[in-house]
């Protein structure tokens, strides 16, 4: 099954931090990557001075959803990324965030999880990503 990740990053080398994450889904899934291009934007939902580095991927694995979720959460904090969110709920800056945005046409709505991503088509730095790996 055909699925497509995000990857943002928006502290320190950010670069590595998309190389990092990239070798790290490779291993835990056992998957070679196709990876976009990187784009830059700026933080979306909360005020931050360090603009994020975002690089879709698109893997070829057979998993469930909720084993994919834990897992890239997994890698996540493996990596060092912290909660992404405060205790009021606003957004913060991050080593790596990892999001699922479409498992080749699997639909899901529950607490944990949505598919496709919510913000595919509102959000360029998920969008933009992933219509480069779609070849348009």
């Not at 931090?17 to 990239?22: D, G, Q, T, V, Y």
């Not at 997994?74 to 205790?87: F, P, T, V, W, Y």
Request: proline letters at 4%; one cysteine or more.
């Amino acid at each position: 099954m055909k699925i497509y990740l995000n990857i943002g990053t928006n502290l320190g080398n950010r670069i590595a931090n998309l190389k990092h994450a990239i070798l790290a889904i490779e291993s835990e899934l056992h998957c070679k990557a196709v990876v976009s291009d990187i784009i830059s934007s700026v933080p979306w939902g909360f005020a931050s001075k360090n603009f994020f580095y975002n690089q879709g991927v698109m893997i070829d694995v057979d998993i469930e959803p909720y084993e994919l979720l834990d897992t890239t959460q997994k890698i996540e904090k493996n990596l060092g990324s912290k909660a992404h969110r405060d205790a009021a709920g606003n957004y913060l800056d991050r080593i790596i965030d990892i999001d699922i945005v479409d498992m080749e046409g699997v639909k899901i709505r529950s607490e944990r999880l949505v598919l496709p991503h919510p913000h595919l088509y509102d959000r360029p730095f998920f969008l933009i990503p992933y219509l480069m790996l779609k070849g348009f």
